[in-house]
């Protein structure tokens, strides 16, 4: 039985999309929803003895974490059933599936693209991490083609 439904959104239409389907799903099976917005922290990669270290994303601000958090109220106030939000800080996927674990969580629902959709890949980097490594069943939302 569901009663647990974490679902993952980043600010993508095609997370959005995820987002609804799952609280769709949650309901009709009167399940509860954590909506979770993972900020990425800057992963600091060492490049060689004497150059130091680089970042390749930009480090978290409070104006980051208001716009997140506006984003999850923003959806968890048309959800129809009732919705945890939180900001969490890190990498996505590891994050994601760290909470799944933690909240011992049915099921964790993510779209298949994020924001990088350009890409010619059909499955973005955190979902296809997530459907590799999360601790629990996993629906990845594909928006239909019309
Ligand atoms: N930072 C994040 N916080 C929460 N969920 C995320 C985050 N990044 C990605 N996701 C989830 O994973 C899905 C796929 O995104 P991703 O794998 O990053 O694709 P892309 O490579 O197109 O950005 C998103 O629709 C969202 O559900
Ligand atoms: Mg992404």
């Not at 993952?8 to 799903?25: E, I, M, R, T, Y």
């Not at 109220?73 to 919705?83: I, K, M, T, W």
Request: proline letters at 8%.
């Amino acid at each position: 039985m569901l009663q647990h439904i974490l679902i993952a959104v980043d600010g993508s239409p095609s997370s959005h999309h995820a987002a609804n389907q799952g609280f769709g799903l949650a309901r009709q099976t009167r399940a509860k929803v954590t909506l979770v917005f993972v900020l990425e922290t800057p992963p600091v990669i060492p490049v060689g003895p004497l150059s130091g270290y680089v970042m390749t994303a930009p480090p978290r601000t409070e104006a980051d974490l208001a716009k997140a958090r506006a984003e999850l109220h923003e959806l968890a106030r048309d959800a129809g059933v009732p919705v945890e939000t939180r900001v969490e800080l890190g990498a996505p996927a590891d994050v994601l599936c760290e909470l799944a674990e933690r909240l011992g969580v049915d099921l964790l629902v993510v779209g298949a693209r994020g924001l990088s959709a350009g890409s010619r890949w059909l499955l973005g980097s955190v979902s296809d991490r997530i459907v590799h490594h999360a601790p629990c069943p996993v629906m990845v939302v594909r928006e239909r083609k019309r």
